[in-house]
């Protein structure tokens, strides 16, 4: 059977030790419900990951992206509420014009210190490949993290030292 995944980005907005996480508490059918996230979503037919990350970042946080860098890409198979599969490209952006809002209509917007993350209420298999996304010693990740029964089934990850 192919492997037709849903495509996305996820960013990461970094300003000195903090990043810009939202909140996602606005929409009771959220899946991600009460949890924080990196600012992303799906890309759109015609358009290529960066513009994708950029137009998302403007839609959600009022940011232009100016610079950025791929940290890597993770395949969630089974990760959606049907079972869909996801593919996700993981940026570090590091570069921005404008100011975030307080709020998206996920939830709030939070600048949170980078040594905090690990505490916040995450996807479940998020402590598996966050840190790979900010520590220095890594060029990229490409992981694969099987989902069943919305529960992470695994991680094995292939990494390009810096």
Known sequence: MPYTPILATL?????????????????????????????????EAGEDVVAGMRRELHEEASLE?????????????GFGPGGEDWFGFVFVVDGFE???????????????????????????GDPFWLPHVFDPAIGQFHGVMPYVDGHPAGWSVSIQPA
């Open 11 to 43: 960013a990461y907005v970094v300003r000195g030790d903090e990043v810009l996480m939202v909140h996602r508490t606005f929409r009771s059918d959220d899946v991600a419900l009460g949890k924080f996230n990196g600012l992303g979503g799906k890309l």
């Open 65 to 77: 992206v100016t610079s950025w860098h791929l940290r890597g890409t993770i395949s969630w198979p």
């Open 98 to 124: 404008g100011t975030p809002p307080d709020a998206n209509a996920e939830g709030t917007l939070h600048w949170i210190r980078r040594d905090e993350l690990a505490g916040l209420p995450l996807w479940e």
